[in-house]
């Protein structure tokens, strides 16, 4: 195998771990569970949402080289800024890195340590982030040759087992009228879409660091290593969904996510199953917080210029995480909700008209675009939580699947397009890498 190749294969490999992390596990179980016989339609929308968004986050962060203020950019210089800090303070020491460590422990060590103390083992897993995050040029290669294998192989035997002994029969009534639509809203919250951006920068930080200099070949392995990630996540996400849909008649809707995937392990593989169920649970979330944190790091270090150095920012980021942690998953869950739905849609118009860029001409479109999103996002969250009361929010096209904001979006995209632009900076955003293929 050529040297080319074992990087991709690595770089996949890392990409994939990021991406799976405590979400990426409960979901599709009980997407399996509510869908019963009819699980592959359930399953198509999951797919969709997830790796689709999640894909085309990664190509174009990739088209700029792996640089998120420039996907973010054209929406204007202090939106980016704002936008960009906002997501990746979310995908960093406000939600998703506290929700791995708290996940961890709620899923993988209470079950098997009872009265372990919750202060300690935050303080051991984030030790643990500190030491294989400080060095970004070690950060892929860790999780890429290391920490991957041995989750996947970990997830291989769950997978495996519960096909070749499946613990019941499929349920031939779905829980849901509308199976793909409840994939879509399941894939959500992942919040991968939000963090492939982010995470590609990892990618292409880690290329440089290989030798790879030439721009659109970094392009054109960042994309392979999306596609391997990509294959790994759907052959996973598959097995998961199809383990959920073997119980679906013992479970109802009601069924607590978290511990779904608990009593499937313990009824598959018995009291080392729990064991198992540990070592993916922590291998999983400590992959998705090294990523995590190094992306945040090298976000912050860039849009600083320096100011705030990596090696400070991933201290920082461990100590604040560390401390939310301890407030639980269910807690970080609730808090995070309203915050994803807000900043979510806007994210994915930048990510889809970055990929439109050359088309697009006029930076006003991309203004309008997302700022409808932010306005749009904002009211359906405050009408949501019963703040205002703005009923026809909720009855636009696509609200069903959480894409209300589509319509108003391209209604902004036209008339930002036709507002003239006298921005000095408004031109063609130009990528690095031309052509990709």
């Known amino acids: 195998m050529s040297k080319t190749n074992k990087d991709v294969i690595i770089l996949g490999f890392a990409l994939f771990a ?27 929308g999951f797919i969709l949402s997830d790796v689709g968004l999640a894909l085309l986050a990664i190509i174009a962060a990739a088209k700029c080289n792996g640089e998120v203020d420039k996907v973010l950019s054209r929406s204007g210089k202090k939106l980016g800024i704002i936008l960009g800090s906002a997501i990746m303070i979310c995908l960093g020491p406000l939600l998703a890195i506290p929700r791995t460590a708290a996940t961890t422990f709620e899923m993988g060590i209470s079950p098997l340590f009872n009265g372990f103390s919750p202060v300690l083992f935050s303080i051991i897993f984030f030790v643990i982030t500190f030491i294989l995050t400080i060095k970004p040029s070690k950060v892929v290669d860790i999780i890429g040759q290391i920490l991957t294998p041995a989750l996947l192989i970990a997830l291989g035997v769950l997978i495996v087992k519960g096909i070749l002994s499946p613990l019941g029969e499929m349920s031939s009534a779905s829980m849901s009228e509308n199976l793909f639509e409840e994939g879509v809203k399941q894939g959500y919250q992942t919040m991968d879409a939000l963090g ?14 290989k030798g790879y200099k030439n721009e659109n070949q970094k392009v054109k392995l960042t994309l392979k290593a999306g596609i391997v990630a990509a294959i790994g996540l759907i052959l996973v996400y598959g097995g998961l969904t199809y383990l959920g849909a073997t119980v679906s008649t013992m479970y109802g809707q009601d069924v607590a996510k978290t511990s779904l995937i608990v009593e499937i392990t313990a009824s598959l593989l018995g009291k080392p199953g729990k064991i198992i169920l540990a070592i993916i649970v922590m291998l999983a979330c400590l992959t998705t917080a090294i990523g995590l944190t190094s992306a945040t790091a090298q976000f912050f270090d860039k849009t600083t210029n320096g100011k705030l150095k990596y090696e400070l920012i991933v201290t920082i980021v461990c100590i604040f995480s560390a401390i939310v942690s301890n407030f639980g998953v269910s807690t970080i869950i609730k808090f995070s909700g309203p915050i994803l739905d807000i900043i979510y849609p806007a994210t994915i118009v930048l990510v889809i008209m970055t990929l439109l860029g050359n088309k697009i001409k006029n930076n006003n479109a991309f203004k309008g675009a997302t700022y409808v999103a932010l306005i749009v996002s904002i009211i359906t969250v405050l009408n949501n939580m019963k703040l205002i009361n703005i009923p026809f929010i909720n009855e636009l096209p696509f609200s069903s699947i959480g894409f209300n904001w589509i319509l108003p979006v391209l209604i902004g995209a036209i008339i930002g397009n036709f507002v003239p632009s006298f921005d000095k900076n408004n031109k063609e955003l130009e990528f690095r890498a031309n052509k990709v293929g």
């Open 18 to 44: 990021m991406f799976f992390g405590a979400g990426n596990l409960i979901f599709p179980p009980f997407l399996g569970v509510i869908s019963g016989s009819n699980w592959l339609i359930g399953f198509g």
């Open 196 to 209: 492939a951006a982010a995470l590609s920068t990892v990618i292409i930080s880690s290329l440089s660091n």
